[in-house]
């Protein structure tokens, strides 16, 4: 099994000067398979449609969290409405600010073993699939892993998938 | 005295080499294009490998090598404060001040800058900032006002409240070992200007910033419904970590009547607390110890010992003679001013660690009879070396870059989408510093030369 054989193909992309607005509209409604259901993770491509980063559910909830309450422990100390203050005020804001900027690849002709091996190290729940020229392709989820794997093991011992 | 030191300066190559070491390696380190650190490590493997001093010389003479005495002590205060730090008693003292000031944005502003001195005078400045800055940012976002004074003020206060104790700021540290000062003399010395000092820049801020810092009262409510007993984490530890403090301070004070360095106090009080609390492995522990710090004094020492040796330190005290002649009170002011605004632009520290042989070297022309404590604690040379402290120390506030508490907070209030150019810091960091530094010159000519106490 190959990394493009998993992978969900040609996926929707984010822009590095998209305000995070448009950014989290695309996040809550980008399509994966045929269901509508918001997205963990979407890659950001230059207008060279080269891969500069990726923005994720976790770099938005990092885009309303000061970062000097990740220096001490000051989360007893909030207060209601902390958030949407945050929110409001990082609406704004491009995307290249809150993306993450070392991303992970994997090559389309990639093993299951070394994407595995990419997510354990790096402790990563998808990966964007690279073709030869180094354009994104596809994104490969922990999830289809996931299924790739216990169809292993399920079919090894004979019996159908459920 | 040393024998060596009345053999005329020979200019041969090993002085060139020396001097060209030395040169560079602080260009560099102002340049700050390479990491201090980097060039620290560097510098000194080379003063060894081509000959300036000998490997024995580094590490083991106290004359020319590495002062361990410093790095001890470093060490150990950084292990105390890692194994504090998550008892949350320090989120605990800063939620605490900031409900003492009613909400109130300049009462807050006042009481953060008290907290931060007197807590720096017995931390790290730098430890202080990063302990406190962050609750300050958290407040001023729950008043929504300006963080940039609160910032700005908690790097002055923290250098202000750093000049008053020998383990307040490094250059205290430094000067302590190399005098052979104890505890209880920056305590007479240094504390009680450190305290009017203090005052008069509270008078200061008040003048700057107290009209502009204004709040809603519903904004105050969050303030005061923070409860800082949530803060606290592991009370038990917490109550062995402040048994702990309250050994090595006593031993602080002490230090003189035990006949024991305070590296040897503060290493003491580190091992005890790395037993008593029920750490399993101190890897983490010893892991967050400022190892890039610790080997840039390391390496800065090899450096010096290296101008040392070769007696580019005497020529630069024979300058300094020529122009004070011989007068202490003019050395002292001299000391002071030009410590003061050197160390506004450049690292006080390797500043420090040039002009402590400087001085000593200067005093064994003075009094050429004199040697060892005798000579060190000179009553006419004891001015000179609070000046260096006050000038050092206080010198920091003048620029965002005159010391590592400035750097930090600059760097928070840009993460915090606030920038605070070089110009901004010191319009308000420049007038701070000559003032406090005119206070400490009213303070040394007083007590010293007038007074003569």
């Known amino acids: 099994m190959k990394a493009k054989e998993l992978m969900i193909p040609s996926p929707e992309y984010l822009h590095p000067d998209d305000t995070l607005r448009t950014a989290v509209n695309l996040l809550r409604t980008a399509r994966r398979d045929e269901d509508k259901l918001g997205t963990k993770g979407l890659p950001v491509l230059d207008e060279n449609s080269k891969l500069v980063g990726m923005l994720s559910m976790a770099d938005i909830l990092r885009a309303v969290f000061p970062f000097y309450m990740g220096m001490m422990e000051l989360g007893e100390f909030s207060w209601d409405g902390m958030v949407e203050e945050v929110a409001a005020k990082s609406e704004d804001k491009h995307v290249d600010n809150v993306m993450s900027k070392n991303v992970i690849t994997v090559n389309e002709d990639a093993s299951l073993m070394e994407c595995i091996d990419h997510m354990l190290k790096n402790r990563i729940k998808r990966l964007p699939v690279l073709n030869k020229e180094g354009r994104v392709v596809g994104m490969l989820y922990e999830r289809d892993v996931f299924f790739a794997v216990t169809k292993a093991m399920l079919e090894k011992e004979g019996g159908a998938i459920e | ?453």
């Open chain 2, 1 to 453: 005295m040393s024998p060596e030191a009345v053999d005329p300066i020979v200019i041969n190559t090993t002085f060139w080499i020396a001097t060209a070491i030395f040169v560079i390696a602080y260009g560099l380190i102002v340049s700050e294009k390479i990491h201090k650190t980097m060039i620290a490590i560097f510098g000194a493997a080379l003063v060894i490998v081509l000959g300036v001093l000998e490997q024995r010389e580094a590490f083991h003479i106290e004359e020319f090598g590495i002062d361990w005495n410093v790095i001890f002590l470093l060490i150990s205060m950084m292990v105390i404060i890692n194994i504090m730090r998550p008892t949350g008693v320090f989120e605990y003292i800063a939620i605490k001040s900031a409900k003492l000031g009613k909400g109130e944005p300049f009462k807050i502003l006042a009481i953060f800058a008290v907290v931060t001195a007197v807590m720096s005078a017995f931390l790290d400045n730098v430890t202080t900032v990063l302990l406190i800055a962050p609750v300050t940012l958290l407040i001023a976002d729950a008043l929504d006002v300006d963080p940039i004074p609160y910032l700005i003020s908690n790097a002055i206060a923290s250098n202000i409240g750093g000049t008053a104790t020998l383990i307040g700021d490094p250059p205290n540290i430094m000067i302590a070992s190399k005098a052979k000062l104890e505890f209880m003399d920056f305590i007479y010395n240094l504390s009680p200007v450190i305290i009017v000092t203090m005052v008069v820049y509270l008078i200061a801020i008040k003048f700057i910033w107290g009209k502009s810092l204004k709040t809603k009262d519903e904004l105050k409510d969050r303030v005061m419904q923070m409860n800082e007993k949530e803060a606290i984490k592991d009370p038990v530890l917490l109550k062995k970590s402040l048994f702990v403090l309250g050994v090595v301070i006593a031993g602080f004070v002490m230090h003189g009547a035990l006949h024991l360095e305070p590296a040897t106090i503060a290493l003491f009080g580190a091992g005890l607390l790395l037993l008593l609390s029920g750490i399993h492995n101190p890897h983490h522990v010893l892991a967050e110890v400022e190892w890039p710090t610790i080997f840039f004094f390391m390496g800065l020492f090899i450096i010096i010992g290296g101008r040392v040796k070769v007696g580019l330190i005497e020529m630069a005290s024979n300058e300094v003679l020529a122009i004070t002649q011989g007068n202490m009170f003019a050395t002292s002011m001299v000391v002071m001013w030009f410590s003061a605004f050197a160390s506004a632009f450049v690292d006080n520290i390797p500043y420090v660690a040039t002009m402590n042989p400087l001085i000593i070297d200067m005093a064994q022309k003075l009094w050429p009879d004199l040697s060892g404590i005798a000579l060190l604690h000179k009553p006419e040379l004891m001015p000179v070396w609070w000046s260096l402290a006050l000038g050092a120390c206080l010198g920091g506030n003048g620029t965002a870059i005159g010391a590592s508490a400035n750097v930090i907070v600059v760097g928070m209030a840009e993460k915090a989408g606030h920038k605070i150019s070089f110009v901004k810091f010191m319009l308000y960091g420049m007038p701070i510093m000559i003032l406090t530094v005119a206070v400490s010159t009213i303070y040394v000519w007083l007590r010293y030369y007038v007074l003569g106490i």
